[in-house]
């Protein structure tokens, strides 16, 4: 049901009031809040129909009112202003990423700081995924008889290494030729498709030395894998002790229990990287031990790929305006970074 104004008003002035308090809302309190020019009578009868109509909960020790899940998707939906960072934060944010940044790993780390302190909540970040990414070069390194390492490095800068087991007599001249022919024949082509390729372009050298072909191919699988447990970094996890809907130990601990496995993060936000910004308010998460909480998520890429995402883990009274501000400086930070940081690898190319 369409909410009028008045009923709008009323009830973008309690969310306001929960998220920065976190005290149940009475009639009286919104009364006397200056320019709020509604009798505390009208108030009462506004927030009983916004009740009935499942907007508000009262809680069972107080005669005030807190916002529903479904008040929090119309305030995020329709409701709440966008707060704008000032220009000291902003710079603050871009100092940190200007710092020394040896590899993608140290941004993921700080993208995970930066975004729990500025927002008070739980950081949760996921690491570029392979799988978004093609190739720009395979490089095939002898380091024993029997034993070379495979570096997998894409076009988004990501590098990986395999170290596989061979038949004993490739030497480290044929692995160069065989490194140049690899690169011409896969650039540009996703893990997936080069996997495919090498079935189809390489058959002669197979017949030859089927053993390191099987294991090149298994080391691009293996690679676009995704490693959930690896892939996902958490920041200000002591955060959830600041809320007072997590006072309660066992319920604390029980949550961080949950982000300690981090193969729930790990689904979350694989699916979030294919959405540019996503909020999800407690029983709107899938997941049953997130349906006391809110998940704001947004994505970040290189060259206009979404390559991984990021965001906060936090109790429903989240200031969602300020999370999202946060978040959205952060990306476009995020993503000029890791585009210099692509450009610097591929100039040292």
Request: hydrophobic content about 40%; aromatic content about 6%; proline content about 3%.
């Amino acid at each position: 049901m369409e909410l009028d104004e008045r009923k709008q008003k009323i009830l973008k002035a309690i969310i306001d009031d929960y998220i920065l308090t976190g005290i149940p809302v009475g009639s009286r309190t919104l009364s006397k809040k200056e320019g709020f020019d509604i009798s505390s009578a009208t108030i009462r009868n506004v927030m009983a129909d916004l009740e009935e109509m499942g907007y508000l909960e009262q809680p069972h020790t107080s005669a005030g009112r807190i916002p529903s899940d479904l008040a929090y998707r119309l305030y995020v939906d329709k409701l709440m202003r966008l707060s704008t960072l000032s220009p000291k934060e902003v710079v603050a944010i871009n100092d940190i990423f200007d710092t020394k940044i040896l590899e993608i790993n140290d941004v993921i780390e700080k993208t995970a700081d930066i975004i729990s302190k500025a927002t008070n909540h739980i950081s949760v970040v996921l690491a570029p995924q392979m799988k978004q990414s093609t190739l720009k070069r395979i490089q095939l390194v002898k380091l024993n008889d029997t034993k070379v390492l495979v570096l997998i490095i894409t076009s988004t800068g990501l590098v990986k290494e395999k170290l596989i087991t061979v038949a004993s007599g490739l030497d480290a001249s044929y692995l160069d030729m065989l490194s140049n022919m690899l690169t011409e024949k896969l650039a540009e082509k996703t893990l997936d498709e080069a996997e495919q390729a090498i079935e189809q372009d390489f058959k002669a050298e197979m017949l030859t030395h089927e053993r390191f072909f099987k294991s090149l191919i298994y080391s691009l699988h293996d690679t676009v894998e995704p490693q959930s447990g690896k892939d996902i970094v958490l920041g200000g996890a002591k955060n959830i002790f600041n809320y007072p809907e997590y006072r309660d130990v066992d319920k604390a601990k029980g949550f961080l229990e949950v982000l300690e496995t981090k193969e729930l993060l790990f689904q979350m936000l694989d699916q979030a990287s294919k959405l540019e910004f996503s909020i999800s308010i407690g029983h709107e998460n899938p997941y049953d031990e997130m349906k006391q909480c809110s998940v704001v998520t947004a994505t970040y890429s290189i060259d206009g790929k979404n390559i991984g995402s990021f965001g906060v883990i936090g109790p429903t009274r989240m200031n969602y305006a300020r999370v999202v501000s946060v978040l959205d400086q952060v990306g476009k930070s995020l993503n000029t970074i890791l585009s210099g940081f692509i450009d610097e690898k591929s100039d040292k190319d």
